[in-house]
Nanobody, 124 residues
Framework: QVQLVESGGGLVQAGDSLTLSCAAS??????MGWFRQAPGKEREFVAA????????YYADSVKGRFTISRDVAKNTVYLQMNSLKPDDTALYYCAARQATTTVAIMTRATYGYWGLGTQVTVSS
């Protein structure tokens, strides 16, 4: 079992920065990811990181603005978000994936554990 708790969301203005954290407990996951869901839209991939090697993956919409990282000692994953836009407004979820492969790492269905989410609202 894996438990995930997100924090760090809030209300910011366009152009601002925000850092989300995801504290994990339980068994170690092969990869961790961030997804987001805006009202009326499907949950979409944002970023992922392989726990051991640190390889990172990003959605095109956030590439160059968001950075995913992990602190192995703290068992925590971070999402640094810069140059935020109103379109980034969503509920952000942390997820954990046990499959020991990077195949389909951007696919929501391959993640077996989810946090409850943290709200990010970007005003224009």
């Amino acid at each position: 079992q894996v438990q995930l708790v997100e924090s760090g969301g809030g209300l910011v203005q366009a152009g601002d920065s925000l850092t989300l954290s995801c504290a994990a407990s339980g068994r170690t996951s092969y990869a961790m990811g961030w997804f987001r869901q805006a009202p009326g839209k499907e949950r979409e991939f944002v970023a992922a990181i392989v726990w051991g090697g640190g390889n990172t993956y990003y959605a095109d919409s956030v590439k160059g603005r968001f950075t995913i990282s992990r602190d192995v000692a703290k068992n925590t994953v971070y999402l640094q978000m810069n140059s935020l836009k109103p379109d980034d407004t969503a509920l952000y979820y942390c997820a954990a994936r046990q499959a020991t492969t990077t195949v389909a790492i951007m696919t929501r269905a391959t993640y077996g554990y989810w946090g409850l989410g943290t709200q990010v609202t970007v005003s224009s």
